[in-house]
């Protein structure tokens, strides 16, 4: 079965420090992708990172990363430098060989100034 | 380029009243299109997901239903409201196939049940 865990509720990081938000995967898919969406206060779904499963590289788009280590199924963002814009919601997805997506329960970060 | 809209905005309804939330994508032909909700501070929930005209998979039995009348358009409908359908509610599509291609969410409908 096709799942996404997200083990952190809330996390807090102080401004201009990074912070690491946990995602692990489950799927029997040979290839999939996995994604990283925020979603701030006004609910809107912001596309954040993608990574696909036979990339060699992490992903990586400006302040954000993604930690891919395909051995342990874990996908866990890193924002560099946080900022105040940056507290959210932060949900990480996966689309395997089929038309659905998985998504994590969801990380609430607060950058404290 | 490819865009979507969702509305309206916000809704408030009383129980027991239809309801008929709408989207609509720009710029891209057969997207799969989907309907999730989310409660407050809470995850999304997949409600219809649709990957052709006229073709509607549920993922939760419940009040609601979805049809999609044409290629670009999707709607959520319900004939009577519970206090238990107030959440936010968003669209969004996908291209129908290929594992690198995410989704793309409409700003969504927060709708409040009375």
């Known amino acids: 079965a096709q799942k996404i865990t997200q083990t952190q509720p809330g996390m807090f990081v102080q401004e201009k420090e990074a912070v690491t938000l946990d995602c692990t995967y489950d799927?029997?898919?040979?290839?999939?992708?996995l994604f990283w969406y925020k979603q701030p206060s006004s609910g809107e779904m912001i596309f954040l990172i993608y990574?696909?499963?036979?990339?060699?590289q992490n992903a990586t788009e400006g302040r954000y990363s993604l930690n891919f280590q395909k051995a342990r199924k874990s996908a866990n963002l890193v924002i560099s430098a946080s900022q105040l814009g940056d507290s959210a919601m932060y949900f990480c997805?996966?689309?395997?060989?089929?038309?659905?997506?998985?998504f994590g329960t969801g990380t609430s970060l607060t950058v404290i100034p | 380029s490819q865009t979507i809209h969702q509305w309206p905005a916000t809704l408030v309804q009383p129980v027991g009243s239809p309801l008929s939330l709408e989207c609509t994508v720009e710029?891209?032909?057969?997207?799969?299109l989907y309907w999730y909700r989310q409660a407050a501070g809470r995850g999304l929930q997949l409600l219809f997901y649709?990957?052709?005209?006229?073709?509607i998979s549920s993922e939760v039995p419940q009040n609601l239903s979805a049809s999609r009348p044409q290629d670009r358009q999707f709607i959520l409908s319900s004939k009577k409201l519970l206090l238990s359908d107030s959440g936010f509610y968003l669209c969004?599509?996908?291209?129908?196939?290929?594992?690198?291609?995410?989704?793309?969410f409409g700003s969504g409908t927060r709708l409040t049940v009375v």
């Open positions: 799927t029997s898919d040979p290839s999939y992708g």
């Open positions: 710029g891209t032909s057969n997207p799969n």
């Open positions: 649709s990957v052709g005209i006229g073709q």
């Open positions: 997805a996966m689309r395997g060989a089929g038309n659905q997506f998985y």
């Open positions: 969004a599509w996908s291209a129908s196939f290929g594992i690198s291609r995410g989704y793309t």
């Open positions: 990574q696909g499963s036979y990339d060699q």
